[in-house]
């Protein structure tokens, strides 16, 4: 299965008998965060609980507009403070009451410091990272971009936990086999640049190990990995020109320009999850729409 877009995604969810997915919100007092969260409840795709000041949350969704028959349904666990809030949504967490933990108004690192922590958290992989998911007109499928969220500048064997990160969430949302392009400036190895160096390590690393059904194929350019014309013209072979599922950047710089470049140039939708958790973590920035944490809610559901 390929998925081609966020509504073939979304009638995807809608299709299937599964149980709808629990979503734990922590400081679920975001306007953005809650809008999405309510109307993909409203829909039957999630089942939402709420961790923060009960009053607060109670006070947004009347504003909202929500019915009060919705509101006293909800799930809403009263807690005050953001340490509190973080470690009470992650709880929920381990205790297996929840699917999915999204962030609300909470700044990011007080919510990553509870799924961290080595005693009480709900890490799992030895790297936790950023996937963007991408839907642009241009291209045919939605792209899979790693990591322009998270690390900085991974070594190559972080890069290998990034991608093992990465052709986890494909697996989890149904494809048979994955196509991965290990970005670089140029098809051709340059011994002067890491990201073209690291790119020969990891194609290698793929080919000798059994990671599942994949190709990785790199060093590769953004524009071969993009288009079979393009690749046909320069006469580069590979069952990944054209054809890239997951799109490896060097390091976040990278990663960071080209996924809001597809945003804002190339009017695509996106969505984004950290991965490497017990869970699925949606943290969508300050200037995320309600649409962005929508898509990334289904994203998270569909796991």
Same mark, same amino acid.
């Given at each position: 299965?390929?998925?081609?877009?966020?509504?073939?995604?979304?009638?995807?969810?809608?299709?299937?008998?599964?149980?709808?997915?629990?979503?734990?919100?922590?400081?679920?007092?975001?306007?953005?965060?809650?809008?999405? !969260?309510?109307?993909?409840?409203?829909?039957?795709?999630?089942?939402? !609980?709420?961790?923060?000041?009960?009053?607060?949350?109670?006070?947004?969704?009347?504003?909202?507009?929500?019915?009060?028959?919705?509101? #006293?349904?909800?799930?809403?666990?009263?807690?005050?403070? @953001?340490?509190?809030?973080?470690?009470?949504?992650?709880?929920?967490?381990?205790?297996?009451?929840?699917?999915?933990?999204?962030?609300?108004?909470?700044?990011?690192? @007080?919510?990553?410091?509870?799924?961290?922590?080595?005693?009480?958290?709900?890490?799992?992989?030895?790297? +936790?990272?950023?996937? *963007?998911?991408?839907?642009?007109?241009?291209?045919?499928?939605?792209?899979?971009?790693?990591?322009?969220?998270?690390?900085?500048?991974?070594?190559?064997?972080?890069?290998?936990?990034? +991608?093992?990160?990465?052709?986890?969430? #494909?697996?989890?949302?149904?494809?048979?086999?994955?196509?991965?392009?290990?970005?670089?400036?140029?098809?051709?190895?340059?011994?002067?640049?890491?990201?073209?160096?690291?790119?020969?390590?990891?194609?290698?690393?793929?080919?000798?190990?059994?990671?599942?059904? !994949?190709?990785?194929?790199?060093?590769i350019s953004l524009d071969l990995s993009l288009s079979k014309e393009i690749a046909k013209e320069?006469?580069?072979?590979?069952?990944?020109?054209?054809?890239?599922?997951? +799109?490896?950047?060097? @390091?976040?710089?990278?990663?960071?320009?080209?996924?809001?470049?597809?945003?804002?140039?190339?009017?695509?939708?996106?969505?984004?999850?950290?991965?490497?958790?017990?869970?699925?973590?949606?943290? #969508?920035?300050?200037?995320?729409? #309600?649409?962005?944490?929508?898509?990334? +809610?289904?994203?998270?559901? *569909?796991?």
């Open positions: 299965m390929i998925l081609e877009s966020f509504d073939a995604l979304k009638k995807q969810l809608s299709s299937t008998d599964s149980t709808p997915k629990r979503v734990v919100v922590a400081a679920a007092t975001d306007e953005h965060t809650l809008s999405a !969260v309510i109307a993909l409840h409203n829909e039957g795709l999630l089942i939402p !609980v709420l961790v923060g000041e009960k009053n607060l949350i109670v006070e947004l969704l009347e504003k909202m507009n929500v019915s009060e028959s919705i509101i #006293t349904s909800l799930n809403i666990i009263d807690v005050d403070g @953001d340490t509190e809030i973080a470690e009470k949504a992650v709880s929920v967490i381990r205790d297996g009451l929840g699917d999915v933990l999204m962030k609300g108004h909470i700044q990011t690192r @007080d919510l990553l410091k509870a799924v961290v922590n080595k005693e009480t958290g709900i890490r799992e992989s030895k790297t +936790l990272s950023h996937v *963007a998911i991408n839907e642009i007109p241009y291209y045919h499928k939605l792209l899979f971009l790693t990591d322009g969220g998270m690390m900085l500048t991974p070594d190559v064997d972080t890069k290998e936990d990034i +991608l093992l990160n990465a052709l986890e969430l #494909t697996k989890k949302l149904g494809y048979v086999h994955t196509n991965v392009a290990i970005l670089d400036a140029s098809e051709n190895v340059n011994p002067k640049l890491q990201a073209s160096t690291d790119a020969v390590i990891l194609k290698d690393r793929f080919e000798k190990n059994d990671f599942g059904d !994949v190709t990785v194929e790199g060093p320069k006469d580069y072979v590979s069952p990944v020109a054209g054809e890239a599922d997951i +799109l490896l950047v060097p @390091d976040i710089v990278a990663g960071n320009l080209l996924g809001k470049s597809m945003v804002t140039f190339g009017k695509g939708k996106m969505a984004g999850l950290v991965l490497g958790a017990k869970v699925p973590i949606i943290i #969508t920035s300050r200037g995320s729409t #309600t649409e962005e944490k929508m898509n990334s +809610l289904m994203i998270a559901c *569909a796991m």
